[in-house]
C-alpha cells in the first residue's frame, strides 16, 4: 500500500499521460466548461454514498466515489498546468498553507475556547487576507456560492452572519421567527397575491434552513433523506397496486394511504439501518425469462426491506439496492436456475416479514421456514435462503 503523496503522483502522471498528444482523444477534446456536470455528477454521487453509509451501507463504495471527484480536480488542475497557470502541487501547497494559517490554535500560540471562538477567529482571519488581496475586508458572507442549493446557501449565509454575532440568543427565538412567517405566508395565501406568496414562502424556507442551523441538522440533508424515504414508499405503494391488479390512477387516495401506512409501519418493524452488515459492495447479475414477473414479486419485497431501486433503470432490467447488494435482473431467452444464493437478514423479526411478504405476493414459494433461516423460489425458478447472523 502506497502513502498519500505516492498514490496522489501517480493518479497525476496517469492524468498527464490521458492528455497528451498520443494519450486518450476523449480526455484530450475537455475543457473547463465540458467538466462542469461531471464535477457536480461526482460530487452528488459523494453524497449519495455518504447517505448509504450513514443508514448502515459499507465504506467501500465512498472511497471509491471520493476517488473520482479526486480525479476531477486533478483533470481541472492538468488544464491550468497546460496553460502554465498552476499544477497540483500548488492546489495542495495553497489548501495547506491556509489550513495552517487559520488554524494558529493548533499550529501556532492562539489558545481557543471551544469551536464557536474556532469560528469567530476564522472569520476575522478571512476578512484579514482580504483585506491585504483587495485592500478592503469585503463582506463576512463573501464565499457562499451563488450556484450552491438554495436551501444550503440559506444555511450557510446565516451561519457566516452569526459569527459576527448577527444571530438569535437562543432557539425560542428562530422557533418564533418562522411561526411569525408562517402567520404572513397565510396572509399571502389567502390575498391570492402570486407575488406576495413568493416572497413570504421564501421567508418561510430561509427561516427554516435557519432552524436546521440551530438544531445542527443540515436542510438539505434533511431534506434529501426525506425524499429519499418518500421514494421508497411510494414505490411499495406502487408494487402494492400491482400485486393487487389495479390499474395505473385507478386507486383512490384512500387506498393508496393503507399502503402508506403499510409501508411506514414496515419501516419502523426492521431494526435501526446501523445493525445492518457492513460488507463490500457486490453485485449479483441474474436472467429472467419474464422480467415483469419477477419485478412484481422483488418490487414490494424490496420496499419491506428499505433497498431503494436506483433510477433511471435501463431497458430490460430491474434494479434492486441495499447497502452492500445490488441486485440486477436482466431480461434474457434462459433464466439463471440452478443456484441458491444466501443473504443475511438483518434479525429474525425480518425474516417473518420476508416469509409473509412472500407468501402473500407468491403462494406457495416458501420451500423452508425456520428460527432465523427462510428459503423460497421466485418467479424466475432462483432459490433464495435469507437467514440471520445467528442463524
Known amino acids: 500500500m502506497g502513502t498519500p503523496g505516492t498514490e496522489l503522483e501517480r493518479l497525476v502522471d496517469i492524468m498527464r499521460r490521458l492528455r497528451a498528444p498520443d494519450g486518450c482523444p476523449w480526455d484530450r477534446e475537455q475543457t473547463l466548461g465540458t467538466l462542469r456536470p461531471y464535477l457536480l455528477e461526482e460530487a452528488f454521487e459523494v453524497l449519495d454514498e455518504m447517505d448509504r453509509v450513514t443508514e448502515g451501507g459499507p465504506w467501500h463504495p465512498l472511497c471509491e466515489e471520493l476517488g473520482d471527484l479526486l480525479f476531477q480536480i486533478v483533470f481541472h488542475a492538468q488544464l491550468a498546468a497546460e496553460r502554465g497557470e498552476f499544477t497540483m502541487?500548488?492546489?495542495s501547497r495553497a489548501i495547506s498553507d491556509k489550513l495552517t494559517r487559520r488554524h494558529p490554535h493548533v499550529f501556532g500560540e492562539q489558545r481557543v475556547d471551544g469551536s464557536e471562538q474556532v469560528l469567530a477567529n476564522?472569520?476575522?482571519?478571512k476578512a484579514e487576507e482580504r483585506r491585504k488581496k483587495t485592500g478592503s475586508e469585503g463582506s463576512v458572507l463573501d464565499g457562499v456560492p451563488s450556484a450552491a442549493p438554495a436551501l444550503l446557501r440559506a444555511e450557510r449565509l446565516t451561519e457566516k452572519a452569526s459569527r459576527i454575532g448577527f444571530d438569535w440568543p437562543d432557539l425560542a427565538g428562530v422557533r418564533g421567527k418562522l411561526a411569525e412567517e408562517l402567520v404572513e405566508l397565510d396572509e399571502a395565501i389567502a390575498s391570492g397575491d402570486r407575488a406576495a406568496i413568493e416572497h413570504e414562502l421564501g421567508d418561510v424556507l430561509f427561516s427554516l434552513a435557519n432552524l436546521a442551523r440551530f438544531v445542527k441538522t443540515p436542510a438539505e440533508?434533511?431534506?434529501?433523506?426525506?425524499s429519499l424515504r418518500f421514494t421508497r414508499r411510494f414505490q411499495h405503494i406502487e408494487a402494492a397496486l400491482r400485486a393487487e391488479g389495479v390499474p395505473f390512477g385507478g386507486a383512490t387516495l384512500e387506498h393508496m394511504e393503507r399502503h402508506w401506512q403499510a409501508a411506514k409501519a414496515q419501516e419502523k418493524?426492521?431494526?435501526p439501518p446501523t445493525t445492518l452488515p457492513r460488507a463490500p459492495l457486490s453485485t449479483l447479475r441474474l436472467g429472467v425469462v419474464d422480467l415483469e414477473a419477477q419485478a412484481a414479486f422483488w418490487t414490494p419485497l424490496a420496499a419491506l426491506l428499505g433497498w431503494i431501486i436506483p433510477a433511471p433503470v435501463p431497458a430490460g432490467e430491474a434494479r434492486y439496492e441495499s447497502g452492500s447488494i445490488r441486485l440486477v435482473f436482466q431480461r434474457a431467452k434462459t433464466a439463471a436456475t440452478g443456484a441458491t444464493l444466501t443473504l443475511e437478514a438483518p434479525s429474525e423479526h425480518a425474516v417473518a416479514l420476508i416469509r409473509?411478504?412472500?407468501?402473500?405476493?407468491?403462494p406457495g414459494a416458501v420451500l423452508e421456514a425456520g428460527a432465523g433461516r427462510l428459503t423460497f423460489r421466485d418467479p424466475a425458478g432462483l432459490v433464495w435462503e435469507y437467514?440471520?447472523?445467528a442463524g
Open 221 to 226: 440533508d434533511a431534506l434529501r433523506l426525506a
Open 387 to 389: 437467514t440471520t447472523q
Open 356 to 362: 409473509r411478504q412472500v407468501e402473500r405476493t407468491s
Open 122 to 125: 476564522w472569520a476575522k482571519l
Open 269 to 271: 418493524s426492521l431494526p
Open 89 to 91: 502541487a500548488d492546489v
